[in-house]
């Protein structure tokens, strides 16, 4: 799958459905680790494998997730795999119902929140896994004096790096890769 494999979301059925923190958890694993069984998840996330499956059928319901039956060695092994790589919404996509509206909204909310809880875990990490990624870790912000069609065009080149290295092919050169999070917020604010 590639970066770019991105589902619009218009139903606020389904934002409901992937904002929940564990579903939204699930959602990362697959993503950073493809395809998963129930019990792989559960050892990934800490958490009993039953409740790894109930959240599983509900992200599936909302076309979040998908099993992967020709992955499975047996019939009783169940892997569970993304439908796109990734979803985005427009809270303004949903003005004209005020329920799907507070929906869009917490979800907003709620992803701004997982953003934050990534970096604050690496904060707080010890010293000594601080130390083995050096300078890597950045943080970073700038004030721009943009009009909104120039904001866009600046959202189109971070997504497109992004992607760049998002959908490289990883060098198979011996070297342990780690998961790493990056994430960039560009919005209209008052100092």
């Known amino acids: ?15 409901a459905a992937m904002s929940h923190p564990l579903r939204r958890r699930l959602m990362d694993v697959l993503k950073v680790h493809g395809p998963s069984t129930v019990g792989l998840l559960a050892e990934r996330t800490d958490q009993a494998p039953a409740n790894v499956s109930h959240h599983l059928k509900v992200l599936a319901a909302a076309d979040l997730v998908t099993e992967a039956p020709e992955l499975a060695r047996d019939r009783r092994e169940r892997w569970w795999q993304l439908v796109t790589r990734g979803v985005r919404w427009s809270n303004t996509d949903f003005d004209a119902d005020p329920a799907a509206r507070a929906v869009a909204d917490a979800a907003t909310s709620l992803n701004l929140d997982r953003h934050v809880a990534l970096a604050r875990a690496w904060h707080a990490a010890d010293e000594s896994a601080q130390a083995a990624w050096a300078d ?3 943080s970073t912000d700038r004030w721009l004096h943009l009009t909104p069609e120039e904001l866009a ?3 189109r080149e971070i997504i497109d790096l992004l992607a760049r290295w998002g959908d490289r092919a990883v060098p198979d050169d011996g070297v342990e890769r780690q998961p790493v999070f990056v994430f960039a917020y560009g919005l209209p604010a008052r100092p």
């Open 153 to 155: 065009e600046l959202s």
């Open 136 to 138: 890597g870790p950045f």
């Open 1 to 15: 799958m590639k970066s770019r494999d991105v589902r619009q979301v218009t139903d606020s059925r389904v934002l």
